[in-house]
Nanobody, 124 residues
Framework: QVQLLESGGGLVQAGGSLRLSCAASARTFSSYGLGWFRQAPGKEREFVAGISWIGGSTDYADSVKGRFTISRDNAKNTAYLQMNSLKPEDTAVYYC?????????????????WGQGTQVTVSS
């Protein structure tokens, strides 16, 4: 199995940037597709970005395209989410997740492992 731990969240002004990290315990880290999801208070969890095995392809929600970048470093067993031009509506708890699917997916039910989440707060 895979244990995931997010870090890098915090409070930032609108227009600023944050870089989230997701450290994984798995030796076979490169065999998992990775996704970032977020959940705001009173809202459903939503897909943010995904990256395939060994980083061959990426997928982004329309709300973050052009602002967020997902990447992975398999040698470090770590995934990243670079968030630029942050908006107040980006405020949420952000979760990383791992999937055994070879292609990216936006369906949270297809992710096998989840981190505990990290809070991102964007002020006006």
């Amino acid at each position: 199995q895979v244990q995931l731990l997010e870090s890098g969240g915090g409070l930032v002004q609108a227009g600023g940037s944050l870089r989230l990290s997701c450290a994984a315990s798995a030796r076979t880290f490169s065999s998992y597709g990775l996704g970032w999801f977020r959940q705001a208070p009173g809202k459903e969890r939503e897909f943010v970005a995904g990256i395939s095995w060994i980083g061959g392809s990426t997928d982004y929600a329309d709300s973050v395209k052009g602002r967020f970048t997902i990447s992975r470093d398999n040698a470090k067993n770590t995934a990243y989410l670079q968030m630029n031009s942050l908006k107040p509506e980006d405020t949420a708890v952000y979760y990383c997740a791992a999937s055994r699917r070879v292609v990216t997916t936006r369906n949270p039910n297809l992710y096998n492992y989840w981190g505990q989440g990290t809070q991102v707060t964007v002020s006006s």
